[in-house]
T-cell receptor, first 112, second 118 residues
Framework: KQEVTQIPAALSVPEGENLVLNCSFT??????LQWFRQDPGKGLTSLLL?????REQTSGRLNASLDKSSGRSTLYIAASQPGDSATYLC???????????FGAGTRLTVKP | ETGVTQTPRHLVMGMTNKKSLKCEQH?????MYWYKQSAKKPLELMFV???????ENNSVPSRFSPECPNSSHLFLHLHTLQPEDSALYLC?????????????????FGPGTRLLVL
């Protein structure tokens, strides 16, 4: 059974810092991995999706990497802003269509 | 707004009630999903519909009954729920399910329905 872990559970940084969020998974046979952000009381917003054949994806100040063999993904946020404050979730989809697993999330606070 | 709407946004119901959650997407997508987000557990995938056909059911109790009359609408019918079913229920859609392009699988979420079962 796939297990997804996100570390740290919470992170607080001053504005302008570069930061890294971590996601690890136990079964490397994945179809893809997605990073989402969730604002309080709201649904999820997809940030980046990495297929199993890819090693990274970039969108603006965000860069996500994937290392299947080690079961890890990182989300790098450059020059953080207060508007980046949210909970960040990673989700792994396995080749079995029933298997889409989410981590518990990292709650990020960027202080002005 | 993401193009995915959910109603109601908040719902309080007793264990003997029957209610339905509604999701509508205006994105022309073919796949729709129901998720459950509890306070102390990671987000859980409940049901997946692809081209109006249910393709996945993640061992969800029968007191939750999904319905997908067309590719734009998805319902979750609730009956005889338990207090532990209280959670945020999220709906999502994607262009399809199982495409080879990441773009096709990118999911767009609604704001959720906050459900409290008394």
């Amino acid at each position: 059974k796939q297990e997804v872990t996100q570390i740290p559970a919470a992170l607080s940084v001053p504005e302008g810092e570069n930061l890294v969020l971590n996601c690890s998974f136990t079964d490397s046979a994945i179809y893809n991995l997605q990073w989402f952000r969730q604002d309080p009381g709201k649904g999820l917003t997809s940030l980046l999706l990495i297929q199993s054949s890819q090693r990274e994806q970039t969108s603006g100040r965000l860069n996500a990497s994937l290392d299947k063999s080690s079961g890890r993904s990182t989300l790098y946020i450059a020059a953080s802003q207060p508007g980046d404050s949210a909970t960040y979730l990673c989700a792994v989809r396995g080749y079995n269509n029933n298997d889409m697993r989410f981590g518990a999330g990292t709650r990020l606070t960027v202080k002005p | 707004e993401t193009g995915v709407t959910q109603t109601p946004r908040h719902l309080v119901m007793g264990m003997t009630n029957k209610k339905s959650l509604k999701c509508e997407q205006h994105l022309g997508h073919n796949a729709m999903y129901w998720y459950k987000q509890s306070a102390k557990k990671p987000l859980e995938l409940m049901f997946v519909y692809n081209f109006k056909e249910q393709t996945e059911n993640n061992s969800v109790p029968s007191r939750f009954s999904p319905e997908c009359p067309n590719s734009s609408h998805l319902f979750l019918h609730l009956h005889t729920l338990q207090p532990e079913d209280s959670a945020l229920y999220l709906c999502a859609s994607s262009q399809d399910r199982g495409g080879t392009s990441g773009y096709q699988e990118t999911q767009y979420f609604g704001p959720g329905t906050r459900l409290l079962v008394l």
